[in-house]
Every structure is written in C-alpha cells, then in structure tokens.
C-alpha cells in the first residue's frame, strides 16, 4: 500500500458517507447517524471480523456526526430569502447545516439529525433545550476547571508540573 493509498480510501469512505447521509436527508428527511454507518459498513466496507465491526461502525457513527455537522447551511437561493426578509446576513455562516434532535432520555442513539431548513419550530426547540443544557454544563466545567487553575497557581505551582505532581507534592508535604 502506498503512502497516499490511505488518504485515497478515506476520501472514497467520507464520500460514501456524504452519500448516504444525502440520501437518508432525500428519503427519510432525517438522519439517524448509527443506521447511516450500518449501510456505510454494508455497502462500502464489506464483511469484517465481529471484534472489529463494532470499532468501524463506531467511527463510521463519529464520521456520520461530523459530516452532519460540516455541511452547507441554506442553500444559495434561500440565503437571498431569508436576508431580504430580514435575517442579518452575518448570522447565515453560524447556522448549522442540521440539528440533532434528541428522542428518549439522552441517548445519543436516539438522537437524529434533520437538516435545518426542514425542521419544524417544535424541534428546533428541542435542539435548543439541548444546545441550553450543553452549555450550562459547560459553563460549570469551565468554573471547575478556572477554580482549580487557581487553586493551583496559589499553591505555588509552576505551569509545567503535572496535576499529579501538584497533588503529590501537598500530600506529602
């Protein structure tokens, strides 16, 4: 195999999952990112060893999720709609290209994803409810992380020591 061998079969396998993600969008209307890897794994990647079918379907899922994400918002002619309507123009490369849609109790199997501009209000509420409750976990990890930063930095630790290191040595001490 060639060095350039595996750049060539991930662009053949990202563009079989740009495929069959347009085709679920064209058909279905949404996007179930696990179903997408299984017909990715059927279709593209052939028979594989159990131990491994899991692994691969796993990363085809995490690819599937990624595309989603990355791909255009609104299409050209739509753009000139929402703008003359009265949308502000600087917020159309913000849009996402799909938003994901949780059904049952957080699990991210159950989540879906529509594409934008075919979603109804109801359950681009549910992405927000969603996006809501990331961010506030954020927030508090990004408070715990800032509060132990300067636990540490107080402490009189120097930036290239570990945390490990940090803790070891007050243990000690």
């Known amino acids: 195999m060639t060095a350039a061998a595996p750049h060539r079969w991930m662009k053949t396998l990202r563009a079989a999952v740009r495929a069959e993600i347009w085709l679920a ?4 209307g949404i996007g179930r990112p696990r179903e997408i890897a299984r ?3 059927r279709h593209y990647i052939g028979t594989v060893s159990f131990p491994h079918s899991r692994l691969i379907e796993n ?3 995490d690819m599937v999720r990624n595309e989603i994400k990355k791909g255009p918002c609104v299409p050209a002619g739509k753009v000139q709609i929402l703008i003359l309507a009265g949308f502000h ?3 159309m490369g913000k849009l996402p290209s799909a938003i994901s849609i949780p059904r049952g109790p957080q699990d991210e199997e159950e989540t879906f994803y529509r594409p934008l501009l075919q979603a109804s209000l109801a359950e681009l509420q549910e992405h927000l409810h969603l996006l809501r409750a990331q961010i506030i976990a ?3 990890r990004f408070h715990a992380l800032q509060e132990l930063h300067d636990f540490a930095v107080a402490m009189g630790a120097s930036p290239a020591e570990t945390l490990s290191e940090i803790w070891g040595r007050e243990v000690a001490s």
Request: hydrophobic share 40%.
């Open 25 to 28: 969008f064209q058909h279905e």
């Open 89 to 91: 123009p600087l917020l």
């Open 138 to 140: 954020d927030r508090q």
């Open 39 to 41: 017909r990715v794994c």
């Open 59 to 61: 990363a085809i899922t």
